[in-house]
C-alpha cells in the first residue's frame, strides 16, 4: 500500500492555466505538507495543516492555495501558472504536527511552458 | 533564519568503503534532525530522525549522530553498496519549519 500518493505523476501547461495537484496519505497522520524542489534540486516547505488549520505559510505567492477536505487529503491550487512554478512538488505528512518523521509522496514535476 | 549545510555536494566511493557525511545548521535552537535519501526521479525516503535530546540513530549499516551545541550531525554508512547510491539530505525542524540542506549526491562504484 502506497503511504503517500500524489496525482498526477507529471503535469505539463501552459502560462497562466489553473491547475491542482492531489496528495492522500493512508497513514492516519495529523499533518500534511507541501514543498517545492527547484531545478537546483534545493527543497523549501510551502505549506503544512493540522486538522484543517494552517499552521506553516511560507511567503509563497497567493496563487498558490492549499486546500484540506478531510485529514488524508491536502491538495495544491495553483492559479495564473508562471514559467518560474516549474518545479518537483512534494507533499509528506507526519503523525502530529511539532517535528515528528516526515513520510514522502513521489512528486509531481509541474512543467509550465 | 536557520540555514543547512550539506558537505561534500559529490562524492564518490569503492564499494565497501565506510564514509560519512556531513551537516551542519546555523541555529541550534532545533527540535530534531531528519535524514533522508533521494533516487534520481524520485520522492524522499525517511533513514534516519534524531530527536535533540538524543545523540545518535542506528539503523543497520547506517548511524546518524547529532551534536546540538556545535550544530553538527553526521551520517555514517558501513561497507557501502552500489544500491547505496543516492542524494543524502539531511533536514532541520524546529518552530513548525523544517528546513533542508542542498544534499550530498553520493555515487558508489562496483
Known amino acids: 500500500d502506497t503511504a503517500v500518493s500524489q496525482t498526477p505523476k507529471y503535469l505539463v501547461t501552459q502560462m497562466g492555466n489553473d491547475k491542482s495537484i492531489k496528495c492522500e496519505q493512508n497513514?492516519?497522520?495529523?499533518?500534511m505538507y507541501w514543498y517545492k524542489q527547484d531545478s537546483k534540486k534545493f527543497l523549501k516547505i510551502m505549506f503544512s495543516y493540522n486538522n484543517k488549520e494552517l499552521i506553516i505559510n511560507e511567503t509563497v505567492p497567493n496563487r498558490f492555495s492549499p486546500k484540506s477536505p478531510d485529514k488524508a487529503h491536502l491538495n495544491l491550487h495553483i492559479n495564473s501558472l508562471e514559467l518560474g512554478d516549474s518545479a518537483v512538488y512534494f507533499c509528506?505528512?507526519?503523525?502530529?504536527?511539532?517535528?515528528?518523521?516526515?513520510?514522502f509522496g513521489p512528486g509531481t514535476r509541474l512543467t509550465v511552458l | 533564519k536557520q540555514e543547512v549545510t550539506q558537505i561534500p555536494a559529490a562524492l564518490s566511493v569503492p564499494e565497501g568503503e565506510n564514509l560519512v557525511l556531513n551537516c551542519s545548521f546555523t541555529?541550534?535552537?532545533?527540535?530534531?534532525l531528519q535524514w533522508f535519501r533521494q533516487d534520481p526521479g524520485k520522492g524522499l525516503t525517511s533513514l534516519l530522525l534524531?530527536?535533540?535530546?538524543?545523540r545518535e540513530q542506528t539503523s543497520g549499516r547506517l548511524n546518524a549522530s547529532l551534536d546540538k551545541s556545535s550544530g553538527r550531525s553526521t551520517l555514517y554508512i558501513a561497507a557501502s553498496q552500489p544500491g547505496d547510491s543516492a542524494t543524502y539530505l539531511c533536514a532541520v525542524f524546529n518552530n513548525n519549519d523544517m528546513r533542508f540542506g542542498a544534499g550530498t549526491r553520493l555515487t558508489v562504484k562496483p
Open positions: 509528506a505528512s507526519s503523525q502530529v504536527a511539532g517535528g515528528n518523521e516526515q513520510f
Open positions: 497513514l492516519g497522520h495529523d499533518t
Open positions: 541555529d541550534s535552537a532545533i527540535y530534531n
Open positions: 534524531i530527536q535533540s535530546s538524543q
